[in-house]
């Protein structure tokens, strides 16, 4: 997976290495568009997180280069079909996407669909912004976006050394897949104590729950989390 990613942002990047259009220079009057995040920063979903949805509307954030405009400015998303390996099934773009007047930072809402193939496989979406009459296309680093849809168990970002040691304890996909079916948590932008606060409501739930099956790990051994209190 690591590698066909390479490869496609590889494309990406020769792809933005044939364009000869100058750096825009934002003083001219003009209004230009971006994704927030520059290419290299896809994000990576798995409904994993959300098991009672059957649809997620992702937020994509936008910004605009330059000054602020005095009314709202229509702007264009579109599908790389050659880049993407999406079906239609998987996802809907808004009808009409429109950047708010007098903000620098704002929010395009596109649909995920969670359909039986995802839970064997992920599928990735490549957006790219087009040019309109209100705004042109602003920095080529930021636009285009790739996302990842999945419904697989895969170990998060955020689940590192610090959580094993003080929050968590080692990981497994059973214990994980317990821990978000139970809280619904997903640490990746928590504070300590919001880590902690979770930590806790797993451990009763593991305490309440103590010798079912379902709180026994792969490894055969109940699960325990070393994070501190309930004792």
Known sequence: MKNRIFVILAFVFVWMGCDEREI???????????????TVDSTIFTFIYYPHNEYYDLPVAMKIAGETAKRDLTYKIS??????????KHYSLPETTVFSKGVYHDTCYVRLNKTADLSNRAVRLVLRLEATSD???????????????????????WWDSNIEQYYLGAYSQKKFVLFLEV??????????????????????????????????????????VPVLGLE
């Open 24 to 38: 825009p220079v934002y003083d001219t009057g003009k209004f230009y568009i971006e994704f927030e995040n520059e």
């Open 79 to 88: 599908v790389d079909e050659e880049l993407s390996t999406v079906e239609d």
């Open 183 to 224: 809280t619904g948590a997903d640490l990746t932008d928590a504070n300590d104590s919001e880590k902690r606060a979770y930590a806790l409501e797993f451990k009763q739930y593991l305490i309440d729950h103590r010798g079912e099956q379902e709180t026994i790990d792969e490894n055969g051994q109940p699960m325990t």
């Open 135 to 157: 705004m042109e296309v602003g920095k080529l680093d930021n636009a285009v976006a790739i996302i990842q849809i999945s419904n697989t168990v895969a170990r998060p970002s």
